[in-house]
């Protein structure tokens, strides 16, 4: 009853039997893997797992000639072995090994006494490297701990990215020392839009994460075999910059942060001096985030502002550019360029084709599949996240029950039918480009932790197999399994969807969304992907 599936799984006869005299024994080398494994288990037995070499029965983590993220987990009378090919296989067996346990282990609250595990033989890896979810904290901010609590759901899931989406019209949560406004104004608005289309709620809304913050998230993550990636979006989506500094924007007057949904206008200009502002940002981000990969965004950039600028038009004379698409290749190029030279890679929604593709880039592909496989046959590598499939912020159902009716139907069952390597490329050697995929949890309609949980979960399981799992897909069974993993969500205080629909405090009566039907949601992808050009 594994969630996500693994490759193999057998039950054999027998059990193994934990208590406070097991003992827990590791390679040297996944030391750090024993001791989150340790705390999980000691809560649970009561006492701390003693160490090797003593006790009743053992738990072994060791090494073999596996792939990184791969594990063999073995249990029988006499103990239990997990063999992995590095620490993040280890790990992800002994999440394995964790969802054996009864559901109410997963409370960590000292049951104590002795704890029976059936006897089973595992092998399993993922399917892809890049499993992702982005987390949405500039609309609607979460605290640290929070994130952290996310960060363990995620792992739990085996899930091993975090794009962490920073900056927006609507707030800028990271501090940056170089430029105090960016958190002093643009972390704080005024209020907010209570649905897609609603009234203003009145209640201001703010916060960020300091430096420190940002490097116990990062730290914490990397325990789990969490990458966190961070997203500073440009050239659009910069509207509380531009409040922080107005000198950022194209109108040379004062803006508010931005309290209400959508593609705002205001976007950043094309001077000299914003593209070394937010090289000067992106040094200090660079510093906190380990990450090989570094999201610039890209998307939803309206040229309006670009188009009536006497500077952005001089700028386009000047470098012989033909449009407004070409001057956002050329912008975006530009942090191509600064991120490569510094052994990163930049990450942009497929927005960046518009124009040409800066030669090192990664496309998130969220607009159908064109993006994806444009980009893939011209080399580029590749990462889906169409929004009809993996956006979680889409209603779950079509009736008005559903807290704020957003977007087409996106149920259970349709993000489990996801298939993460779009069927263009199932044939073509260029769907080796497609290095993964990630869900996304947008939070303009989210506005509480507990919502987020209801929006994400258990969705996120589904997609967490989608990425794991074999492409081979059976809706009965997962849901079978699915039924013996809601009880350890529950335990961990997962306030997920019941099948049946919300639970009367998740109603939200009387607050506008923006239902469409999957006629007019697919002419609106048609819509954003017609400009699309094939990079050269």
Not at 243 to 265: D, F, I, K, S
Not at 393 to 412: K, M, N
Request: with cysteine; hydrophobic share 40%; glycine share 10%.
């Amino acid at each position: 009853m594994i969630i996500p599936k693994p490759v193999l799984y057998e039950t054999r006869p027998g059990r193994f039997v934990l208590g406070r005299q097991t003992a827990l024994i590791a390679d040297p080398a996944l030391s750090e893997v024993a001791a989150w494994l340790r705390g999980e288990l000691g809560a649970v037995t009561g006492g701390e797992l003693l160490p090797g070499g003593q006790g009743q029965g053992a738990i072994t983590l060791g090494l073999g000639d596996l792939a990184p993220e791969a594990y063999r987990l073995t249990v029988g009378a006499e103990g239990v072995r997990i063999v992995a090919g590095g620490p993040a296989g280890a790990f992800y067996g002994a999440q394995t090994l964790r969802q054996l346990l009864p559901s109410e282990a997963f409370r960590k609250a000292g049951i104590g006494g002795t704890l029976a595990l059936p006897a089973v033989h595992v092998e399993d890896e993922p399917r892809f490297g890049y499993r992702g979810c982005l987390l949405d904290v500039a609309r609607h901010f979460m605290t640290k701990a929070d994130v952290l609590r996310f960060i363990d759901l995620m792992a739990m899931h085996k899930l091993n990215v975090l794009h962490l989406h920073l900056t927006d019209d609507q707030g800028w949560r990271l501090e940056i020392r170089r430029y105090p406004r960016l958190t002093e104004v643009g972390a704080w608005r005024r209020e907010s839009q209570t649905g897609w289309n609603g009234a203003m709620d009145g209640r201001p809304h703010g916060g960020y994460y300091t430096q420190d913050d940002i490097r116990e998230i990062v730290a914490y993550a990397a325990r789990r075999h969490v990458m966190v990636v961070p997203e500073i979006d440009l050239p659009g989506h910069t509207q509380a910059a531009i409040a922080a500094y107005p000198e950022l924007g194209n109108l040379g007057e004062p803006l508010e942060v931005r309290t209400t949904w959508g593609v705002g206008v205001n976007v950043l200009n094309v001077e000299d001096a914003t593209i070394t502002f937010f090289e000067n940002v992106f040094e200090e981000v660079l510093d906190l985030f380990p990450s090989p990969f570094i999201c610039v965004g890209g998307d939803e950039c309206r040229k309006d502002q670009w188009r009536e600028s006497p500077s952005a038009q001089a700028r386009m004379s000047e470098l012989g550019l033909r449009d407004e698409d070409a001057l956002q290749s050329w912008f975006i190029h530009r942090f191509d360029e600064f991120l490569t030279a510094r052994g990163r890679r930049l990450v942009g929604w497929d927005e960046i084709l518009e124009g040409g593709l800066a030669p090192g880039a990664v496309v998130a592909s969220w607009r159908g599949d064109l993006g994806a496989v444009a980009a893939a046959r011209a080399g580029h590598d590749v990462i889906t996240c169409p929004s009809t499939s993996v956006y979680l912020d889409y209603r779950q159902a079509p009736g008005e029950e559903e807290p704020v009716p957003f977007g087409t139907v996106l149920g259970l069952e349709d993000v489990y039918a996801f298939e993460p390597l779009p069927k263009e490329l199932r044939d073509d050697p260029a769907g080796a480009h497609v290095v993964g995929s990630q869900c996304a949890v947008w939070t303009e309609l989210i506005d509480s932790n507990r919502r987020v949980d209801y929006m994400a979960f258990p969705r996120l399981s589904a997609f967490a197999e989608t990425v794991w799992s074999t492409q081979e897909r059976d809706l009965g069974d997962f849901r079978d399994r699915l039924a013996a993993h809601l009880p350890r969500l529950a335990a961990v205080g997962v306030e997920y969807r019941h099948e049946d629909g919300p639970l009367p405090w998740q109603t939200r009566p009387g607050i506008p969304g923006r239902p469409e039907d999957p006629e007019q949601w697919q002419a609106k992808i048609d819509a954003w992907t017609s400009n699309l050009r094939p990079a050269p």
